[in-house]
């Protein structure tokens, strides 16, 4: 992509209504435009990292065994009616009422429109277990929007629901969402620490959140330390016994948010305890039949008795973690990408746009970046070197490649690591190596 093609309106001032630097440096980068409170437009930029995310996530989802679907934004109100949430649900939940004066509402969420989906088609404990996912639009009319999509009231989520026949299986389905969590976060590039979270009257200890640290994180977390340095599993599949062990080993150690902390029963000694502020960009939590019950939805069990379905239900904040990686993953200069969801692998810099050495040198560069499989942003722009540098790290892709006047006599590219700043000047081979071998 040629920057004098592509629509990147970066803001040099800090635009005055951001107070966290994840909010500011999306503005500056020109990856979101606000619509009205809480709503955004995503731009270019900012689109391209939506949709890396979404891709991981949607492969974690795949692998672990989920299956896509789309549901719409707009529900019926009766779904909700059956439930019982419709009243329940507050302002929070924006109603409508259609031309024929029928009761709509844009979903916060989507038990109830899965479950009836579950309840028309889903006769038997043959077909189980089930999950269900998308990843879709989601409106919660909050009373204070605020740091930019970190708290929006249209945000995207992925949300996946699970069907088993009894507790036992369940408790497996949670287990492998668990899984599929650390799994994704990794590779989003994060660490996402579990949290045990509350159950309300459902009881039980299968509901947990996950927090990406960061100073401006709406909630404060309390963890033993050693939790930050367990690994995160790679293997593609787990039997029902690895994966509880690996829960285990995970929720082995203290990890509470303020509203679940509790320091007259906390066991950690003081030196072991860290206390930091932390973002939700997860939820997993088991329900058990609290939908299948309110609305039938059951199947024929092994014994041909009619059994409700346990359910649990798996949340992913996919826009609101563009902004808790940014928090995550950034320096006085901008935001620093991790690789796999950066909007570019490379940011190409022409320091002398016009100089037909200058230009060929590029041009002959970002070509074979490009059949190398590489995607480069290649700014050909007349702009200033200073400016040019400034814009590049503002905007964070991994790697920065610089050819100017002197770099083209030396037959040498400068390759610039944005997260660490190491730069070396390299051929237009081992350059090429570097960045896309
Ligand atoms: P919070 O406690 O932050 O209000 P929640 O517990 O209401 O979130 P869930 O219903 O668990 O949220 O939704 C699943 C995920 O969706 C959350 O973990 C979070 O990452 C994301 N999310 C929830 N509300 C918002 C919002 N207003 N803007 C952006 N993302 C959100
Ligand atoms: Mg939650």
């Not at 509203?259 to 939820?283: K, P, S």
């Not at 904040?317 to 796999?340: C, F, K, M, Q, T």
């Not at 100017?404 to 350059?431: F, H, T, Y």
Request: hydrophobic fraction near 40%.
């Amino acid at each position: 992509m040629r920057l004098s093609q592509f629509f990147l309106p970066t803001l040099k001032e800090d635009p005055k209504e951001a107070q966290i630097v994840s909010h500011r440096l999306m503005l500056r980068a020109g990856m979101i435009q606000q619509s009205s409170a809480g709503i955004y437009s995503w731009l270019p930029l900012g689109h391209r990292v939506l949709k890396n995310i979404e891709n991981i996530v949607r492969e974690e989802q795949n692998r672990a065994g989920a299956l896509e679907i789309l549901m719409p934004t707009l529900q019926p109100a009766d779904l909700w009616r059956e439930s019982g949430r419709y009243d329940d649900y507050g302002k929070e939940m924006l109603r409508i009422t259609d031309r024929h004066d029928r009761d709509m509402l844009y979903g916060p969420t989507n038990e109830e429109q899965v479950t009836d989906i579950f309840r028309s088609h889903v006769k038997s404990y043959k077909n189980l277990p089930l999950n269900l996912y998308h990843i879709q639009w989601k409106f919660r009319d909050e009373v204070r929007p605020r740091f930019g999509i970190m708290r929006g009231r249209e945000f995207l989520m992925k949300d996946a629901y699970s069907f088993d026949l009894d507790y036992e299986g369940s408790k497996i389905a949670y287990n492998n969402m668990f899984v599929a969590y650390l799994k994704t976060f990794a590779r989003l590039g994060i660490k996402a620490i579990p949290l045990r979270a509350d159950t309300g009257p459902i009881g039980g200890d299968l509901s947990h959140e996950f927090i990406v640290l960061a100073d401006t994180g709406e909630s404060e977390v309390f963890y033993h330390k050693d939790l930050l340095t367990l690994d995160t599993p790679t293997e593609a599949a787990y039997s029902p016994d690895q994966l509880q062990s690996i829960v285990d080993e995970w929720t082995g150690y203290y990890a509470a948010a303020d509203d679940m902390h509790d320091a007259a029963t906390c066991d950690v000694a003081a030196g072991d305890l860290i206390t930091r502020r932390g973002i939700e960009v997860g939820h997993i939590f088991h329900f058990g039949d609290k939908y299948s019950k309110a609305m039938g939805a059951s199947v024929a069990g092994p014994d041909g008795k009619e059994t409700l379905v346990s359910m649990g239900s798996y949340g992913i904040g996919v826009s609101r973690l563009v902004g808790g990686i940014i928090e995550a993953s950034h320096d006085e200069n901008g935001i620093v990408w991790p690789a796999s969801v950066a909007p570019f692998d490379v940011g190409l810099i022409n320091l002398k746009s016009g100089d037909d050495a200058c230009d060929a040198a590029c041009e002959d560069f970002y070509g074979k970046l490009i059949s190398a499989g590489a995607d480069v942003l290649y700014d050909e722009t007349s702009g200033r070197a200073g400016e040019k540098f400034a814009k590049m790290d503002l905007i964070g892709l991994p790697w920065q490649a610089t050819i100017g006047p002197r770099g083209v006599k030396a037959g040498v590219v400068e390759v610039k690591n944005r997260a660490s700043g190491d730069k070396q000047e390299l051929s237009l081979d081992d350059a090429l190596q570097l960045l896309v071998g």
